[in-house]
C-alpha cells in the first residue's frame, strides 16, 4: 500500500495548497488545481493509497490565510474521493502543538 502524508497546516494560499497536493500525490501535468479535479484525479488512483492528512487546529486555520469553511470542503472532496474509490483510504488528524 502506497501511503502519503499531508502536512496542510502551514500555508498561506489555496494555490500553494493545490501546488502541494499535486506534487504530494504525483499529479498528472494537465491537474486544474481545483476540487472537480482533484476529486477527478483521487477517484482515479488504481493503487492502495492511504492519505494521513494533518490539518491546522479550526481556531487556528484563519491564521493560515486561508479560510476554515475552504478546508471543509477540501475534507468533503477527500471523504468523496475515499467513498467513490475502493483503493483509497484517508485519515485525517489534528496536530497539537503543546509547547
Do not use: Q
Not at 6 to 13: G, I, K, P
Not at 15 to 28: F, G, Q, R, S, V
Amino acid at each position: 500500500m502506497k501511503k502519503i502524508l499531508l502536512d496542510l497546516r502551514s500555508f498561506d494560499s489555496k494555490a500553494k495548497i493545490h501546488a502541494y497536493l499535486k506534487d504530494k500525490l504525483d499529479l498528472p501535468s494537465y491537474y486544474g488545481a481545483n476540487f472537480d479535479a482533484l476529486y477527478d484525479c483521487l477517484t482515479d488512483i488504481s493503487e492502495d493509497t492511504c492519505l494521513g492528512v494533518f490539518e491546522p487546529e479550526e481556531d487556528a486555520s484563519s491564521g493560515t490565510g486561508v479560510p476554515a469553511a475552504w478546508f471543509s470542503l477540501l475534507n468533503r472532496v477527500l471523504c468523496d474521493s475515499e467513498e467513490a474509490n475502493p483503493h483509497l483510504a484517508v485519515i485525517f488528524s489534528r496536530y497539537e502543538d503543546n509547547r
